[in-house]
């Protein structure tokens, strides 16, 4: 991944002005996805008592969010995320309610729980994508922004981790659909932080598609012309960003069968902690150092390096050695998903930057839906080693295949007085 070189800190990124007032409430607003999807299984459950509801509950929402995900993000590029973000924050707060209300008491009606699932899925803010595009229209700095991804996604790493457990400690005097509420609460008041925030107020009024707002121009001694490397790019980020996804999701499901071949269910919990312990360390680690290599070409070599890593535990005797190689896994997968972003970020223009970070989350989540469903229909005709080896194989299979688009056209002669990481060719073009 070429040598490494010594970059600003993590506190460098948690002084810029401005970061506190908007990252806080974003990550209270964010903090709601990581136990929703768990309320709503868990209510659907304790209103209807059938887990055929819960598949149909559960899918409809998870597939309306995916499909009109790339539509909330043009929104919010075009209108901004203060325009945007409240009306789709404040419909969605509104189908949990409904659906807490609905799941509270039991006997809850199917075609009902499906209406609101539908709408809090078409409505739910795109808190994620809108965070990174805030970050990347504060921080001109390519090494900076990617300190201040790489912490965006170890915070989602340990959103995700908490949700459950916040969902856990309530439980035992509530039931389920309390979580369905505090995910109301979380996401409204989130929501409302952010949008008030000095710099989610500075990116509406400067929404580069605004019929009213100027033309950016470009950067003193930067180049004005379109760049012939930004759709290879983007492209790259999102086929490894889904392929990864499709691997760690296939991953989850293959884990339970290995800890139940070797007689160690329980071991489940300890394995999937072990491998977000892995994410935080992994996250914090490269987001510390600024790389000299591309991020195209670092985003090759992580890609597969997860690949192998997947694959290579097909090789563990037990749950021991497993936990071991999961733990590399995450390692190595909390990278991965910030270089898409960055990668993401720097092959568009600043009028697409929360739709190319959101087709990159899509992508992630799109992939673990499929490779999840896809290695349970595996598992019933092959074991779980072969499974891992199927996994991490996607990974390594679609990495090769997008070699080609990973490729620049052109060599981009480094900035003078950059510092650490050499900018692509649009990393000098940001207007903030």
């Given at each position: 991944m070429s040598s490494p070189v010594p970059g600003p800190s993590y506190r460098a990124v948690m002084r810029v002005t401005g970061a506190h007032r908007f990252l806080i409430p974003a990550l209270l607003g964010r903090s709601s996805y990581g136990l929703v999807s768990l309320a709503l299984v868990l209510s659907v459950v304790h209103a209807t008592g059938s887990y055929a509801h819960v598949g149909v509950v559960g899918g409809i929402f998870g597939a309306t969010v995916a499909a009109l995900s790339p539509l909330r993000a043009r929104l919010i590029d075009r209108h901004g995320p203060c325009a945007a973000l409240p009306p789709m924050a404040a419909l969605f707060a509104l189908a949990l309610l409904g659906l807490a209300v609905t799941t509270w008491s039991g006997g809850a009606d199917l075609g009902v729980l499906v209406a609101l699932a539908v709408m809090a899925g078409a409505c739910a803010p795109p808190l994620g994508p809108v965070t990174r595009s805030l970050w990347s229209h504060l921080i001109a700095d390519r090494a900076l922004l990617q300190r201040a991804y790489s912490l965006d996604t170890v915070v989602e790493e340990l959103i995700f981790l908490g949700g459950p457990l916040l969902l856990g400690s309530l439980l035992p005097w509530w039931p389920p659909?309390?979580?369905?509420?505090?995910?109301?609460?979380?996401?409204?008041?989130?929501?409302?932080?952010?949008?008030?925030?000095?710099?989610?107020?500075?990116?509406?009024?400067?929404?580069?598609?605004?019929?009213?707002?100027?033309?950016?121009?470009?950067?003193?001694?930067?180049?004005?012309?379109?760049?012939?490397?930004?759709?290879?790019?983007?492209?790259?980020?999102?086929?490894?960003?889904?392929?990864?996804?499709?691997?760690?999701?296939?991953?989850?499901?293959?884990?339970?069968?290995?800890?139940?071949?070797?007689?160690?269910?329980?071991?489940?919990?300890?394995?999937?902690?072990?491998?977000?312990?892995?994410?935080?360390?992994?996250?914090?680690?490269?987001?510390?150092?600024?790389?000299?290599?591309?991020?195209?070409?670092?985003?090759?070599?992580?890609?597969?390096?997860?690949?192998?890593?997947?694959?290579?535990?097909?090789?563990?005797?037990?749950?021991?050695?497993?936990?071991?190689?999961?733990?590399?896994?995450?390692?190595?997968?909390?990278?991965?998903?910030?270089?898409?972003?960055?990668?993401?970020?720097?092959?568009?223009?600043?009028?697409?930057?929360?739709?190319?970070?959101?087709?990159?989350?899509?992508?992630?989540?799109?992939?673990?839906?499929?490779?999840?469903?896809?290695?349970?229909?595996?598992?019933?005709?092959?074991?779980?080693?072969?499974?891992?080896?199927?996994?991490?194989?996607?990974?390594?299979?679609?990495?090769?295949?997008?070699?080609?688009?990973?490729?620049?056209?052109?060599?981009?002669?480094?900035?003078?007085?950059?510092?650490?990481?050499?900018?692509?060719?649009?990393?000098?073009?940001?207007?903030?």
């Open positions: 659909p309390i979580g369905l509420v505090v995910g109301a609460l979380l996401v409204s008041a989130g929501t409302w932080g952010l949008v008030t925030s000095p710099v989610a107020r500075s990116m509406s009024r400067r929404s580069p598609e605004s019929p009213s707002a100027p033309a950016p121009a470009p950067a003193p001694g930067t180049d004005a012309t379109p760049r012939p490397v930004a759709r290879g790019g983007l492209l790259t980020a999102v086929a490894l960003s889904g392929a990864a996804g499709a691997a760690l999701g296939a991953a989850g499901l293959v884990n339970v069968a290995f800890a139940e071949q070797h007689g160690r269910v329980e071991a489940v919990v300890f394995l999937e902690t072990l491998q977000t312990a892995g994410g935080v360390v992994g996250g914090l680690v490269y987001g510390a150092v600024s790389w000299r290599a591309g991020a195209r070409a670092r985003l090759v070599l992580i890609s597969l390096a997860l690949g192998g890593g997947v694959a290579a535990a097909a090789f563990a005797p037990g749950v021991a050695a497993l936990s071991a190689v999961l733990f590399v896994v995450g390692v190595v997968g909390a990278p991965l998903i910030t270089t898409s972003y960055l990668l993401a970020d720097e092959s568009v223009t600043a009028d697409r930057r929360t739709r190319a970070g959101n087709w990159v989350n899509t992508a992630y989540n799109a992939g673990s839906s499929v490779g999840g469903a896809a290695i349970g229909v595996l598992l019933a005709l092959t074991p779980p080693g072969a499974a891992y080896t199927m996994a991490g194989g996607v990974l390594v299979v679609v990495t090769v295949a997008a070699l080609p688009f990973s490729i620049p056209r052109r060599r981009v002669r480094p900035l003078r007085g950059s510092s650490g990481a050499v900018p692509s060719a649009t990393s000098a073009r940001r207007r903030r």
